[in-house]
């Protein structure tokens, strides 16, 4: 059963990835520590990068991009032993890196579609790979007990 606290903080991070203009995917996060939230992000250029994600060639976009991990992580400017990070979409292998060396000890997600999966699969796994390597709790939410968020 998914707590209350749980559907918060996954609710808080689609909220946050609303805030995102790229057209295509909009991923939010939200760090917290004792149920308290620490810092939250979603993907999209750096402060002061032409924000043209529209426009930009896809290999372009990819390339300015911050993911809502990496956002959240440096908008945190504090340690964050301990904390644990909920997420709209599983992280992939660069923030996964990053996850594990800030010592962030839970990742939390909604089961994944079966469309995402079919694209991300093998990046997820190799995600869920160093997550386990690194001792980092990994806790799938059943979509259907997030439904009545």
Not at 55 to 78: G, P, Q, S, V
Not at 121 to 139: C, L, N, T, W
Request: charged share 25%; proline share 4%; hydrophobic share 40%.
């Amino acid at each position: 059963m998914v707590s209350k606290w749980a559907k918060r903080f996954i609710q808080m991070a689609e909220l946050v990835g609303s805030w995102s203009k790229d057209p295509s995917t909009q991923v939010g996060a939200v760090i917290t520590k004792s149920n308290r939230i620490v810092s939250v992000g979603f993907n999209g250029y750096p402060h002061g990068i032409s924000d043209s994600a529209e426009t930009d060639e896809r290999d372009t976009k990819y390339l300015k991009t911050l993911h809502a991990e990496e956002n959240a992580i440096l908008f945190a400017k504090r340690d964050l032993d301990g904390c644990d990070i909920w997420v709209t979409h599983f992280p992939c292998p660069n923030c996964a890196a990053k996850i594990i060396q800030t010592g962030i000890s839970g990742v939390h997600c909604p089961a994944q579609s079966e469309d995402f999966l079919s694209r991300w699969g093998d990046k997820i796994q190799v995600s869920q790979d160093m997550f386990e390597q690194a001792g980092v709790a990994v806790h799938w939410l059943p979509i259907n007990e997030l439904e009545d968020i």
